[in-house]
């Protein structure tokens, strides 16, 4: 998959971060982190046409961006200012089902504008992380005629920035976000009536993401389910919603088609990225996995969810 020439471009905005966690398995500091990260590495796998638009401070390890680059990442949009990189400490709960964020230092990544190249600007694929809201309306204006626009947001923009946040969404055609974000966004528990609520707002479908039960695609045509495989090892789950974002994107732009069909198939790729993700630290478990690797689970999650159908 991975020398694959792929049909479609992908441009990855985000963060790129070091991480300290605390957890059941003990503290671990100055890890690699960020959305980007994640993103790109995933997708890294299945397109060699992803371009990263991020900064960092000069306290960051040029190893990180070196991998990405030896992966075929094209890193050139990762800007390395004078200061100090974002840094994010938190602690998991020893069931790794909740954690808690005890420290946030923006540094650089408090002023990042992010400047899309012209050879970015023509992108046909394009994943905006979680920045703010203003940030990724400001990216939208600089490309041409991207075939599609995912992005993400979280509870802060929700919460401070609603207004700028719909500005975006009205030119964005998928939005990823979590169970907690959808039901805050839409101000709606029902999970299928809050994505009803948000596709109102602009996007043609919604990727409702919720953790070990897997994710949820609500579009026009209805609803698909991806199931997260069930894991005997899980040791970090801080990169596994865009690992899956990774995965997603990734594949699709591998397929080179949008169609409903290949957007399921790719959902699933990102429940196999993301499962991968959350077995070590960082991004180590998706460090030198292969093709036959990722088939392999691929096929574990066609498998989990074959069933016969019948007639009544």
Request: hydrophobic share 45%; net charge negative; glycine share 10%.
């Amino acid at each position: 998959m991975q020398h694959r020439s792929a049909h479609r471009s992908l441009l990855v905005i985000g963060s790129v971060a070091l991480d300290d966690i605390d957890g059941p398995f003990g503290f671990h500091r100055d890890l690699l982190g960020g959305s980007a990260s994640f993103i790109a590495r995933a997708a890294a796998y299945f397109t060699r046409n992803v371009s990263v638009v991020a900064v960092v401070g000069d306290d960051f390890p040029a190893k990180h961006i070196d991998e990405l680059t030896e992966m075929g990442v094209d890193t050139k949009g990762i800007e390395r200012k004078k200061g100090e990189t974002f840094h994010w400490v938190g602690r998991y709960s020893n069931d790794l089902s909740s954690r808690e964020t005890l420290d946030t230092k923006l540094g650089v990544f408090g002023d990042f504008a992010p400047k899309i190249s012209p050879e970015q600007a023509n992108a046909e694929l394009v994943l905006l992380g979680n920045i703010d809201p203003p940030l990724q309306l400001s990216v939208l204006e600089q490309l041409k005629r991207p075939a599609l626009v995912a992005a993400d947001t979280m509870n802060l923009w929700i919460n401070i920035k609603r207004d700028e946040l719909l500005k975006t969404l009205a030119r964005v055609h998928t939005l990823m976000i979590n169970d907690e974000e959808a039901r805050l966004l839409a101000e709606e528990h029902n999970l299928r009536r809050a994505a009803a609520k948000i596709l109102k707002m602009g996007p043609s479908s919604v990727i409702i993401k919720r953790g070990d039960a897997g994710a949820l695609l609500f579009h026009g045509g209805g609803v698909f389910a991806a199931p997260a495989l069930p894991l005997s090892d899980v040791k970090d789950p801080t990169g596994a919603g865009d690992s899956f974002a990774g995965g997603l994107m990734g594949y699709l732009a591998y397929a080179g088609d949008l169609s409903p069909k290949t957007i399921r198939t790719a959902m699933i790729m990102g429940s196999v990225m993301g499962s991968f993700a959350v077995e070590e630290f960082s991004v180590d478990g998706l460090r030198g996995l292969t093709a036959p690797k990722i088939q392999e689970r691929f096929d574990q999650m066609a498998e989990l969810v074959s069933f016969e159908s019948i007639r009544l």
